[in-house]
């Protein structure tokens, strides 16, 4: 059974970090593409980033561009996101979400049941 | 960036019913579209992908239709558990991929 968990949600001040983490088992994870899709409050879904399964290749949002970075862990089972220069605008619920190929557009087949990330003075 | 556009908004439908949700992208996506079922408190569920093939474990009573850039997911007779918001997805042109902004499908 596939599983996607992740941690390292919580409050944090506009200009702020965290790091979220999603550990994934169930599959072979250096094998699939893995994203990051967030959910402002009362809003629709909003991709924010995705990594290859090898993690050589990334993307971004144009909206967190330069701020966020994307990462694998192959070894551990485990993506990451490191968000740093926090904006009030990036409140939302972060799903981590495993693509159904390598990494070469697809659709997302199992999502974890996302973390809470606040920013606010 | 390819805008996805859902209508309608919220469609109010009776158990038993029929319902069908609308997904247009603003330029073509070929058949590479998903839909997704959210619940409250839940995190999406994939239902359809390659615009009309039902993911692992999807009761038949879900189809979906469409390419290009008009998409259709259907719900022949609506069950409970069908209450929810549903989400159209392109995979086609990336990066970004994009989301419609959701049908909510709530009960009459």
């Known amino acids: 059974e596939v599983q996607l968990e992740e941690s390292g949600g919580g409050l944090v001040q506009p200009g702020g970090s965290l790091r979220l983490s999603c550990v994934a088992s169930g599959f072979s994870f250096g094998g699939y593409g893995m994203n990051w899709v967030r959910q402002g409050p009362g809003k629709g879904l909003e991709w924010v980033s995705g990594?290859?399964?090898?993690?050589?290749?990334?993307f971004y949002a144009d909206s967190v561009k330069g701020r966020f970075t994307i990462s694998r862990d192959n070894s551990q089972n485990t993506l990451y996101l490191q968000m740093n220069s926090l904006r009030v605008e990036d409140t939302a619920i972060y799903y981590c979400?495993?693509?159904?190929?390598?990494?070469?557009?697809?659709?997302?087949?199992?999502w974890g049941q996302g973390i809470l990330v606040t920013v606010s003075s | 960036e390819i805008v996805m556009t859902q209508s309608p908004a919220t469609l109010s439908v009776s158990p038993g019913d029929r319902a069908t949700l609308s997904c247009r992208a603003s330029?073509?996506?070929?058949?590479?579209l998903a839909w997704y079922q959210q619940t409250p408190g839940q995190a999406p569920r994939l239902l359809i992908y390659d615009a009309s093939i039902r993911a692992t474990g999807i009761p038949a009573r879900f189809s979906g239709s469409g390419s290009g850039t008009e998409f259709t997911l259907t719900i022949s007779s609506l069950q409970s558990e069908d209450f929810a918001i549903y989400f159209c997805h392109q995979y086609n042109n990336w990066p970004p991929y994009t989301f419609g902004q959701g049908t909510k499908l709530e009960i009459k």
């Open positions: 979400a495993k693509a159904a190929r390598g990494y070469s557009g697809s659709r997302f087949d199992y």
């Open positions: 330029q073509t996506v070929s058949s590479n």
């Open positions: 990594v290859s399964g090898s993690g050589s290749t990334t």
